[in-house]
Antibody, heavy 113, light 107 residues
């Protein structure tokens, strides 16, 4: 059974950093591209970043380019999202997903002073 | 960027009724279209992939179709458990984009 478990969310001040993790199990992690998607409170879904199976290729939405970094550790079957220079508009529940087919339960990031 | 225009934004329907939700893509995306259902406080669940293929474990009352750049999700006989918010997603090109969502309620 595919399982994706996000962690690392919390309350953070504007301009600070946070690193999210997504622990994967139930499939061969190193064979699949992975994604981060977010959902602001009461809003719709928004793709954030993606990474290829090897980690050699990464993709970001324009609003997070230069501030967020997606990475993975295939030996640990874990996906990461390093978020720097956080803004209030980054407040959202962040989901990791395998091929957009399987999603984790999400972790809430709140950016506020 | 490819825009996905989803309609209606909200919908109220009766049990056993047929429900249709549509997404209009701003350009050709082939069959790179997925549909999701999201319940309150839960993560989205994949219903349909590749525009018309039912995801594993999804009831057969759900179906997807395509006409050019318009995509539709049909629920053939609405059940109580089908309430929630539905989203489409285009996976044709980066940035991947979602429709704005359709909130489906029981009348």
């Amino acid at each position: 059974e595919v399982q994706l478990v996000e962690s690392g969310g919390g309350l953070v001040q504007p301009g600070r950093s946070l690193k999210l993790s997504c622990a994967a199990s139930g499939f061969t992690f190193s064979n699949y591209g992975m994604h981060w998607i977010r959902q602001a409170p009461t809003k719709g879904l928004e793709w954030v970043a993606s990474i290829s199976p090897s980690g050699g290729s990464t993709y970001y939405r324009d609003s997070v380019k230069g501030r967020f970094t997606i990475s993975r550790d295939n030996a640990k079957s874990t996906l990461y999202l390093q978020m720097d220079s956080l803004r209030s508009e980054d407040t959202a529940t962040y989901y990791c997903a395998k091929r957009f087919a399987y999603w984790g339960q999400g972790t809430l990031v709140t950016v506020s002073s | 960027d490819i825009q996905m225009t989803q309609s209606p934004a909200s919908l109220s329907a009766s049990l056993e009724e047929i429900v249709t939700i549509t997404c209009q893509a701003s350009q050709d995306i082939g069959n790179w279209l997925a549909w999701y259902q999201q319940k309150p406080g839960k993560s989205p669940q994949l219903l349909i992939h590749s525009a018309t293929s039912l995801a594993d474990g999804i009831p057969s009352r759900f179906s997807g179709s395509r006409s050019g750049t318009q995509y539709s999700l049909k629920i053939s006989r609405l059940q109580v458990e089908d309430t929630g918010i539905y989203y489409c997603l285009q996976r044709y090109s980066n940035p991947w984009t979602f429709g704005g969502g359709t909130k489906l309620e029981l009348k």
